[in-house]
């Protein structure tokens, strides 16, 4: 990430701290993300159980699309048949929406989905895949007509959906305790996330074992109050416990 793009990452993410609501979220990120062509966010959960269509919309996070549209995406059932949803449950790294199967190898209902989207403005994305310390799968997407993100902002792109997530369901959940400080080793092995090390790597550079790393990795992210570990290298960042 460029130091431009981890400024402006953390920009957001210190005006993120003064949410209290979606909407106060949506305040503190759309604007700041106008300029390289997102004009939505979508974030919910994906239930592995396939589910009635009226019931999908409460594992929406965040949106903030047309009322229509909505509509429409929910009424349909939309939700196991859109191939962001599908690519998000079997990716581990944010995609564009460009990346996935080309449109003539999508089936007729999956090309539907992502028709009727681009006519409601959503023609472009990127989305992140999450995952919540149950190992919950869901993800968050940035969308717009025609998106104009570099490799670098992929990566800021990527540290702010995990916060925005974070935080939204922090503010669902009320006040909590999230001022706990960290031991060396959990600054260490969150350092060393950061700068893109595996489990393994981070192992044999720390002289412990990977569950040691994971070990440390998941009591970081507990007192950080985050659901993974990307928003904890976010939450790190802004509170300068890492580099």
């Not at 210190?14 to 759309?30: G, N, V, Y």
């Not at 700041?32 to 919309?57: C, D, F, H, W």
């Not at 935080?167 to 305790?177: F, H, R, V, W, Y």
Request: with cysteine; glycine share 10%.
């Amino acid at each position: 990430m460029s130091r431009k793009s981890l400024d402006l990452t953390l920009e957001i993410l210190k005006s993120l701290d003064r949410a209290h609501s979606r909407e106060d979220i949506l305040r503190a990120i759309m604007p700041r993300l106008n300029a390289l062509g997102i004009e939505y966010v979508i974030s919910a959960m994906i239930p592995l159980k396939r589910l009635p269509a009226r019931t999908q919309k409460n594992y929406l996070i965040l949106e903030n699309t047309s009322d229509e549209w909505n509509r429409l995406y929910f009424s349909k059932g939309y939700m196991y048949a859109d191939p962001v949803v599908q690519a998000t449950l079997s990716s581990t790294t944010g995609f564009r929406w460009s990346e996935i199967e080309p449109a003539g190898v999508l089936d007729p209902r999956s090309r539907q989905v992502m028709n009727e989207a681009g006519e409601f403005g959503l023609g472009d994305g990127f989305t992140v895949p999450l995952a919540t310390l149950e190992e919950e799968r869901g993800g968050l997407t940035f969308a717009g007509r025609q998106l104009d993100i570099s490799p670098g902002q992929r990566g800021m792109l990527t540290l702010l959906a995990s916060y925005v997530v974070g935080q939204t369901l922090l503010i669902d959940n009320g006040p909590s305790e999230r001022r706990m400080g960290l031991t060396p080793r959990e600054r260490e092995s969150l350092q060393w996330v950061a700068e893109g090390k595996t489990d393994w790597e981070i192992g044999e550079l720390m002289g412990i074992s990977r569950h040691g790393v994971d070990f440390h990795l998941r009591s970081a992210r507990v007192k950080l109050g985050c659901v993974s570990r990307t928003q904890a290298v976010a939450e790190g960042f802004r509170r300068g416990l890492i580099i």
